[in-house]
């Protein structure tokens, strides 16, 4: 960001009103009257005053000399006030040393769970995942269009983000062959679109397939998935699978928030037209022989353009020789609308003979070039025809290029290599019902192109329908989503684009900073756009063809009207380069050059031509405006907050109003836009989305002003605001490119060494303020930088000051209004005449000044040195000087207090321009080594404050620099820079300065100095914890120093830490002096040592508190007043939330003395319900198994509200409640038993619906507050139980268990890391490197557990000492304590495969000090998600043995076990929480059965001991309540046993109702932890902050000097119970017939039935074939049976089984129960014919059809969850069910189901087919059916013989009758003859 005190360099005019004469750049030239000297004097036009007003070229009269204050218009008012300078100073900084683009380690989790609906007849289907290269596939699954996969796959990539968004996930599913597999659908969707989801996943949904063969066929089936993208440090919010719940695929398919569901196919087009200034470099060998031979006459580049997206890539043919080349062709690609891959990528190759090479690459996201929003404001994508400057490496002729990758993409681009003229747009294809808004939105484009009478929109229009027509035939050809490249034509009305000429004026300041490696030959700056001003790779005016090697001599005609007689122009000769100086070396730093500038300022100025479309950076300008407005009023108001309570509210709103009046003047600005030629569609759309969304914002904004909603905090307001930034940014950046960036690159002996890279837009003139770059005509700092890749640490090559200005030419009489006044204009040799810009400024005006470098201190710093310190200095360079600061050695917080003074500094130019924009400071932070060269440790830049001679002195206040190390923060520094005025009398009249020590360094002035007061900095020492190894030895007598502000503490010594790492003496304080202020306090040091033989000592770790205001207490009056006040506060506001919530009076008026006793009732008192006595006694007694609906309902449930306070009501619904919900219950508690994993799965479903409730809310906020009980009073009788009732029913079926707490993250960060009594600090040793930034594993060597408190020394201290110091009141003894350890590990998921095959056999380690317990024999076998219930006992002596380590492994036959993930629980700071985390509380009292109470003491025992630590009165139990102080609790306390009638008083339910709301306890209320589930992370020391799986588990704790604990919980997981489904095939009806008889023509089928259970595919069963079945009736009388594992409470099917023949191990999976029934035909020699299929999941599937008449596919597939069975509940069905081919009818089943336990399977059993026992009656089939192969005869007989009878016999009568015939002609001659003869 501009800093204020150079954001405008005020121009004033020094001259006397006489005749000027203007010149054509507005310069005043007129005869100096003094001197005689021919030097002209320019002097800078006015700067536009406040209303904007442009008139040319107004006169000012000299009169205006004063400072001017009226530049408000534009910049004031966007940059704030000067004294935030510092401020936005760093903000420059952060921009100097632009780190790489670091690589970084993503992970990408893939959870294939199932898919539906595939489309094929009896698949195998099988999932394949493509990320880039890897390939990864799923198991094969057989003969079924719904498989059920559930597994996991893990992708790990490294690379830097942007390239790795680009990567596109493919997933394929595949019917599985021997030979070749068939495609039957995929999916594809880029990284960055899932990255960009909330928490970076989609989980649980549904991903369409389509066939990219064929689009026109539709969706080829549905795949539920989870997709996730894990960076380094992202948290992943897993959810436990619950398949429960079936929601319609539709409503929830795997596509982003604001998609629409129907997503129709549509063609992209990508136009490319033409490109121009590409590089004409080929870099091969045999080309610079060609070019020896044939001269350079040619372009020696061959390009092509390469345009992927969405995974597929469309190249275009190769112009040879050509570096403007004309394509005119397009490349479209086919995918559905909206997309889910977002960029698309046009690279411009260079076709070489051996491989091709790529000269520069583009992105266009596609988010910026359109608008998803509905109705008329959304529009598809479009872009142009507009250019696309193209950026890359340095256009060098050498052989190699080192920096190709520039061109592919990587990096920043150095330079400028050429622009292509492309289009895109979007056809949405109809013809399909999918055709829904989005064809409006077309139309709309369409339209508005036609209506233009602009020239080139009509072309573009002609364009589009012969592309139309053509992709109509294309279409017909094919209808893949391959790519088609083709050409089009340009019709002949595009008007060429106008080009605009735009003059570029450069003038330089300062050029310091130089690096000496380069400082030793000439240097020269050179400052070009595109190609022009490009000297040594030249480059051509696209207008003329005219080469520029004589770019010197190109005299360009000025004005476009005379283009006849040039004779009327002057032209402007372009002069792009300064002259090369040799540099001169720092004064004080041997590192730096620095080029004399002084007096003299080079120039640079030329002219380029571009079409003119800046308009476009106009609203870019604008809208950036108010963006930085915007941020920096928001970085105020966080200063604000630091200071003061109420005015960061009030700037908050002003700021906000601002923002609005800001917004509508740009709207209003934007409606009136006039309609030019020069507009694509994508600009005017733009704009429209630009006034649109502003104006949404605005409606926020106010919205927020008038607090409408809801009242909002001020943070919530900068969070809103900042929002809008990044809306605003969002628009700023244009698509379609202009002009392109300016490069400034030095150029040391006509080599280039460094570059900057300014956005044109940011130089850009215009004659409106608020459409000005915002670095226009200013002076700007810039850092070159080296091209290519920069090292960690690079140092800066160069520091320039230079103004630059950009305009059109006809605004070029601008160009030097806003320089410094001052100068003189010198005009080069060879322009006469006054029209040319200036080649040299002289500023004759000189002053002396003096630099006051104040630097105090700096905090934070990196650390550069192996024992995690630095010893640094700081080097702090002005202009051409450069001064050094002491060394302070083994520290990361400096204190300096050194002034540095810089004398006789001559600085040029009028003294009041340099009061307001003086040069900059740059302070460099370096690490003194002993050896080598000292390390750079990160650099800040500064403005000093200036003073002049004829000023008042006033003192400057430090403040603090961020500091930089390339992205890296590196800390702050407290400093001020000074920059004084030597007076005429000599330096004796600047202000004094102390007098320096012997070493001759300066203290920083006492009046500059924060000003001290004495602070107690209190310490709480409790131990260290994690010691590693430090020079390879353990440490074992450490130490810690404490040190702030030049004072410091010291612990005791631990004797030995691997007895006890505890510090003997806990607590100490010291006095220091720190500053008042407290954003000035200094930072604070703990540091810890290790003590070796012979009194060595050696640096342990250390760590840097920055910030102490968390530490600072406030000093504490007399104790009565303030309990007297903080008690009733609270009471009061509990009090009055009662009244407002009750409704009888009762309470209301015990209520009226305020401070008397506060009543909350707990649960209402027993009266209401007359019964509620009856349901208690369970309590005491034990219920018997047989009632699992009474059993949990003794005492309500405290989570939830409606049921609480109720026992005896939710009885009555249950009891009314049908027989079948019984059963339910009773079904899924597997058999009445109630045991823990009952209470599990009942917590896992309340947790899942109350996030279905609450989606948005903050997360576990429905959970996490057990207490709400608290102020849930009765309604009155009569309501409460309507709502009961009501309430019941839609409870599905929970069973009313006690429920436990399920969290989503680890314990530790619900409750604030129970860092409630001590807190811990990690020491670091070692380098921080860029690298491990931000998550330095390897650096913490140990932590220090501790804590402070400071404030201010009181004037008395003899009552502050007396007795313990405050900070250790409330702490435990630190003493030794043994504790009984219990770890409960339920299950883990999503654990990282760590066997080839994609799997693990995980087990689990726990250690614990020197305790380690493997678990490896109870491994479980290729499982990523083991439900391990396991639970581990262990002893351990805190503090000793306090840091618990769950490690998963996984078991490998062979070789060692690799870990998997581990978590490390630090138990102490639990076990001493006030949160009592030793043992959760349970949610309801009971003595025994699965919800017995665990903990050693009762609610009533841990209740008195809480009001006894907390010095509370009470409690006190009366019947019926509880008092506890002036708060009374009211619940029920009398319960009646069921079986005597005896009545039993009990305070434990109620002691417990309090417990869980004991967070509203006032003063010492804090909430309780819970008896709960924790999830914690595992994580792997190879893949740093990437989760490695989750792990399910909690942890109790029991002192030993308590009673001991009953026995642990048993967790152990349930094993799947035996059951087995006998089916019985009865009949089969109207199944379709498919084999044709030869003879007759008739059809028939061989049918038969296959069944089996999915996932048991080896036990398939058949029927026996039913012939010939003319009808499509089968008659079967078959059984299956089909044994199975199951486990009710998850409604999965348990499957065992080897994977291949070579598995050594089964492995476990569990898949929903599915029965699939198939109709086939049976062939005798080809395969048999597949006839239908029918699938049902056991637990639910639609009812039977009484008769095969209304058996109907529709009523089966539409039926409703309501009305589906289960057979677990049925246990026997019979009827009649649909087979199904293609979602078609095909035939209808007669079966029955029947379900029994394993053990009613082996007392009555059945048997297979129609065996013993019981065996089945043969079916009566008729005479029809038979094979024939087996009977051919008989197939005969009734194939033949039945249909054929008359003509067979017709047939055989013919025969005899021919026969005869035949024998009677043939015999008849014969015997005619003989006749003759004989007879004669």
């Known amino acids: 960001m501009e800093k204020p005190s150079k954001a405008k360099y005020r121009s004033r005019s020094s001259f006397h009103p006489e005749e000027t004469r203007k010149g054509m750049f507005g310069l005043k030239v007129k005869k100096k009257r003094n001197k005689a000297e021919k030097g002209l004097i320019l002097a800078n036009k006015a700067a536009k005053d406040s209303q904007g007003d442009t008139e040319a070229l107004q006169e000012e009269p000299s009169h205006q000399e004063g400072p001017r204050g009226d530049l408000v218009h534009d910049d004031a008012s966007i940059f704030p006030v000067p004294s935030a300078s510092p401020k936005r100073r760093s903000k420059l900084l952060t921009k100097i040393h632009d780190g790489e683009v670091r690589s970084q380690n993503y992970q990408i989790a893939i959870t294939i769970t199932e898919a539906r609906q595939l489309v094929g007849e009896n698949i195998d289907p099988v999932v394949t995942i493509e990320i880039g290269d890897e390939k990864k596939q799923s198991t094969v699954k057989e003969g079924t269009n719904s498989p059920f996969y559930n597994e996991y796959f893990v992708f790990d990539f490294i690379g830097p983000q942007v390239h790795l968004f680009d990567k596109i996930i493919k997933i394929s599913v595949f019917h599985h062959k021997l030979i070749g597999s068939v495609l039957i659908g995929s999916f594809k969707v880029d990284l960055g679109t899932v990255y960009n989801q909330p928490g970076h996943q989609f989980c649980n949904k549904w991903a369409l397939l389509t066939d990219p063969g064929d689009i026109r066929t539709g969706t080829k089936g549905y795949l539920k998935c989870d997709i996730s993208v894990m960076g380094k440090g992202d948290v992943l919010k897993t959810s436990p699978k619950t398949s429960d719940t079936e929601e319609p695929i539709e409503k929830n398919l795997l596509i982003p928030n604001g998609f629409p569901l129907e997503r129709p196919w549509a063609r992209f087009y990508v136009r490319l037209y033409k490109a121009e200034g590409l590089p004409k470099m080929n870099s091969s060998i045999m080309a610079n022989v060609t070019k020896a031979f044939v001269g350079d006459s040619k372009d020696l580049v061959d390009p092509f353009v390469e345009v992927s997206f969405a995974g597929q890539m469309g190249r275009t043919t190769v112009q040879k020789n050509c570096a403007d080349p004309v394509w005119h062709e397009q490349v479209i690609f086919k995918e559905m609308f909206p997309p889910l891959c977002r960029r698309v990528k046009i690279q411009v190759w260079d076709e070489g003979s051996m491989n091709d090479v790529a000269l520069a690459t583009h992105f266009i996201d596609l988010k910026k070039i359109s608008n998803e929003q509905d109705g008329d404001k959304g529009f598809l994508p479009t872009f142009g025809p507009a250019w696309i400057n193209l950026y890359g490496s340095p256009r060098n002729h050498s052989l190699m290029d080192d920096y190709q990758e520039m061109n592919e993409g990587f990096g920043e681009g150095v330079s400028f290599r050429g622009r292509i003229l492309v289009e895109i747009a979007v056809e949405i294809l109809s013809g399909r019902a999918q055709e829904s808004k989005f064809s409006k939105a077309l139309k709309e484009l369409k339209l508005p192109s036609k209506d233009k009478d602009s020239k080139s929109s009509k072309g573009k229009d002609k364009a589009d329908k012969t592309e139309d027509g053509k992709s109509q035939q294309a279409s017909n050809k094919t209808n893949s989503t391959e790519v088609e490249v083709e050409s089009f034509d340009v019709p002949p009305e595009i008007v060429p684009e106008k080009n605009e000429e735009f003059l570029l004026f450069g003038a330089f300041f300062e050029a310091t900073m130089i690096d000496r490696k380069i400082g030793d030959k000439p240097i020269s700056f050179e400052v070009s756009i595109g190609n022009f001003g490009n000297l040594i790779d030249g480059g051509s005016h696209h207008g003329s063809k005219k080469s520029a090697e004589s770019a010197e001599e190109d005299l360009l005609p000025l004005l476009h009207e005379g283009q006849g007689d040039v004779a009327h122009d002057v032209p402007i000769p372009m002069a792009s380069t300064t002259h090369p100086e040799k540099p001169l070396v720092t004064e004080g730093n041997r590192n730096y050059n620095y080029l004399p500038f002084e007096a003299k300022k080079p120039c640079v100025y030329f002219i380029s031509s571009w079409g003119d479309q800046t308009f476009r950076l106009h609203w870019s300008n604008m809208l950036e405006k108010m963006a930085d407005f915007l941020e920096e009023s928001i970085e105020e108001v966080r200063e604000l907050i630091k200071i003061s309570q109420e005015a960061p509210e009030e700037k908050m709103k002003t700021v906000l109003s601002d923002f609005i009046s800001r917004s509508s003047a740009f709207i209003s600005e934007a409606e009136k836009k006039p309609k030019m030629l020069n507009q694509t569609t994508l600009d005017k759309k733009r704009l429209t989305l630009c006034w649109q969304e502003l104006e949404a914002m605005c409606k926020e904004a106010k919205g927020i002003i008038q607090q409408q909603k809801k009242k909002l905090s001020v943070d919530e307001m900068i969070h809103e605001a900042q929002n809008f930034v990044e809306k605003i940014r969002f628009l700023v950046d244009e698509p379609q490119h202009t002009i392109p960036d300016v490069f400034i690159w030095m150029l040391s002996n006509n080599r280039r060494v460094a570059y900057a890279r300014i956005a044109s837009k940011d130089l850009l003139y215009s004659p409106v303020a608020g459409q000005m770059g915002k670095h226009c005509g200013k002076i700007k700092t810039h850092f070159l930088k080296p091209p290519g890749k920069r090292p960690a640490g690079w140092s800066v090559q160069a520091k320039v000051d230079v103004y630059l200005w950009l305009g059109s030419i006809k605004h070029a009489s601008a160009i030097l209004d806003n320089l410094p006044v001052g100068y003189e204009a010198e005009m080069s040799s060879k322009g006469a005449g006054t029209n040319h810009p200036p080649s040299n400024l002289l500023y004759q005006e000189q002053h002396v000044f003096q630099l006051r470098a104040h630097m105090y201190q700096a905090r934070g710093l990196i650390a550069a040195d192996s024992n995690g310190l630095s010893d640094p200095f700081a080097k702090v360079t002005f202009l051409s000087h450069c001064q050094t600061t002491k060394i302070i050695s083994q520290t990361l917080s400096p204190t300096w207090n050194q002034m540095l003074l810089f004398n006789d500094l001559v600085l040029h130019g009028d003294v009041k321009e340099l009061a307001e924009s003086p040069p900059l400071v740059v302070v460099e932070l370096y690490d003194s080594d002993a050896v080598g060269k000292p390390e750079y440790l990160g650099a800040t ?399 913490v060597i140990g932590k220090f557990k501790g804590s402070f408190c400071i404030y201010k020394s009181p004037q008395d201290s003899s009552s502050e000492d007396s007795g313990q110091l405050r900070i250790q009141q409330g702490i435990p003894p630190n003493h030794p304590v043994t504790v009984l350890i219990r770890v409960y590990i339920v299950a883990a998921f999503n654990l990282s495969p760590a066997d080839p095959d994609g799997k693990s056999d995980p087990y689990i380690v726990i250690k614990l000090g020197k305790t380690e317990i493997k678990d490896r024999d109870k491994y479980i076998p290729k499982q990523l998600n083991p439900v391990f219930g396991r639970s581990f006992e262990i002893q351990a002596t805190f503090p000793k043995e306090s840091l618990l380590s769950i490690l998963i492994y996984d078991h490998d036959m062979i070789g060692t076990d690799d870990l998997i993930g581990e978590t490390k629980i630090d138990l102490e700071n639990r076990f001493y929480s006030k949160h009592r985390a030793i043992c959760g509380l349970q949610s309801q009292y009971e003595i025994e059965g699965y919800n017995a109470w665990r903990d050693t003491s009762k609610p009533t025992e841990i209740l008195t001991k809480l009001c006894k630590d907390n010095k509370l009165d009470g409690p006190y139990f009366h019947p019926g309540k509880i008092q506890i102080g002036n708060q009374v609790f009211s619940g029920k306390t009398i319960f009646t046993e069921e079986d005597t009638d005896e009545t039993v008083e009990s305070y434990e339910h109620l002691a417990l109702k309090v417990l869980h709301s004991w967070e509203d306890i006032p003063e010492v209320g804090c909430r309780l932890v819970p008896e709960h589930i924790e999830t914690r992370p595992l994580y792997h020391k190879d893949k740093p902050g990437m989760e490695q799986g989750r792990l399910q588990m909690w942890v109790d704790m029991f002192p030993k000097d308590m009673p001991q604990p009953g026995p642990p919980v048993d967790i152990s997981p349930r094993r799947p119970k035996g059951y087995e489904l006998r089916v019985t095939i009865w009949n089969t009806e109207d199944v379709i017939l498919e084999d044709e008889n030869i003879f007759t023509g008739q059809k028939s089928s061989d049918i038969y039935v296959k069944g089996w259970l999915k996932g048991l595919e080896d036990d398939k069963q058949e029927t026996d074939v039913h012939y010939n079945s003319l009808t499509g009736e089968g008659n079967f009388n078959w059984r299956f049976l089909f044994p199975f594992q199951y486990l009710p409470a998850e409604k999965q099917m348990v499957i065992t089984k080897r994977e291949n023949i070579f598995s050594l191990e089964k492995m476990e999976c569990k898949t929903p129960a599915v029965l699939v029934l198939q109709v086939w035909d049976f062939e005798r020699l080809s395969s048999d014919d597949f006839l239908g299929t029918l699938e049902m999941n056991l637990n639910s599937f639609p009812r039977a059809a009484k008769s095969a008449k209304a058996c109907d596919l529709a009523k089966f597939e539409n039926a409703s969850e309501e009305t589906k069975i289960s057979i677990f509940q049925q246990k026997r069905v019979r009827g009649w069910w649909p087979f199904s081919k293609s979602k078609e009818l095909t035939g209808k089943v007669e079966a029955e189901f029947h379900l029994v336990t394993a053990e009613e399977a082996e007392k009555n059993p059945v048997g297979k087919a129609r065996k013993e026992p019981e065996p089945l009656a043969k079916p009566n089939r008729p005479d029809t059916s038979f094979s024939w192969f087996m009977s051919p005869f008989k197939c005969l007989y009734y194939l033949i013989w039945k249909n054929y009878k008359k003509y067979i016999i017709i047939a055989f009568i013919l025969i005899i009758l021919i026969i005869f015939l035949v024998l009677f002609i043939y015999t008849l001659p014969g015997a005619i003859s003989r006749r003759i003869v004989v007879g004669s």
């Not at 800390?971 to 300065?993: I, K, M, T, W």
């Not at 009046?1007 to 430090?1030: A, C, D, H, Q, T």
């Not at 009961?1284 to 960060?1309: R, T």
């Open 941 to 1339: 830049v500064a403005a000093p404050v200036v003073k002049l001679a004829d000023q008042d002195y006033e003192p400057p206040r430090l403040c603090y620099h961020p500091i930089f190390c390339g992205n890296l923060s590196g800390g702050d520094l407290l400093a001020v820079f000074e920059l004084l005025q030597v007076p005429p009398s000599g330096l004796q009249g600047l202000p004094p300065v102390e007098p320096p020590d012997i070493t001759q360094i300066y203290p920083v002035p006492a009046n500059i100095r924060p000003v001290l007061s004495k602070y107690r900095v209190e310490v709480l020492f409790w131990g260290v914890r994690e010691m590693k190894k430090v020079q390879l030895l353990s440490v074992d007598r450490p130490q810690a120093l404490i040190e702030c502000g030049g004072q410091g503490v010291k612990s005791c010594v631990i004797q030995s830490y691997k007895n006890n790492p505890n510090f003997s003496i806990q607590a100490d304080a010291f006095e220091v002096e720190l500053p008042e202020n407290e954003l000035l306090h200094p930072p604070l040091s703990i540091c810890v040592v290790d003590w070796r033989a012979f009194g060595r000592s050696t640096l342990v770790g250390t760590y840097t508190i920055n910030y102490l205001k968390q530490f600072l207490c406030k000093l504490r009056e007399p104790l009565a007043p303030i309990t007297q006040v903080d008690g009733t506060q609270p009471g009061h506001d509990i009090s009055d939330s009662l009244t407002a919530t009750e409704s009888s009076g009762a309470h209301s008026s015990s209520q009226d003395p305020p401070a008397d006793h506060i009543y909350v009732d707990v649960e209402p008192p027993p009266t209401v319900v007359p019964d509620s006595a009856q349901a208690q006694p369970a309590i005491l007694v034990d219920v018997p198994d047989s009632s699992p609906m009474l059993e949990p309902e003794h005492t309500p449930v405290a989570q939830e509200p409606p049921k609480d306070g109720k026992p005896k009501d939710p009885r009555k619904p249950s009891r009314r409640s049908t027989k079948r919900r019984k059963r339910t219950i009773a079904d899924e508690s597997a058999e009445n038993v109630i045991d823990w994993w009952s209470k599990y799965y009942a917590s896992l479903k309340k947790a899942q619906k109350a996030k279905e409730r609450n989606p948005k809310g903050k997360k576990g906020n429905t959970e996490a507050k057990p207490d709400e009980v608290v102020v849930d009073i009765e309604d009155g009788p009569k309501k409460k139980k309507d709502k009961m009732l009501k309430k019941k029913p839609k409870d599905d079926g929970i069973p009313n268990l006690a429920i436990l707490q399920i969290y989503d993250g680890d314990l530790e960060s619900e409750f604030n890391n129970f860092e409630d009594w001590v807190k811990t600090f990690e020491l670091f040793r070692g380098k921080s490197t860029e690298d491990d930034h931000g998550l330095d594993g390897d650096r």
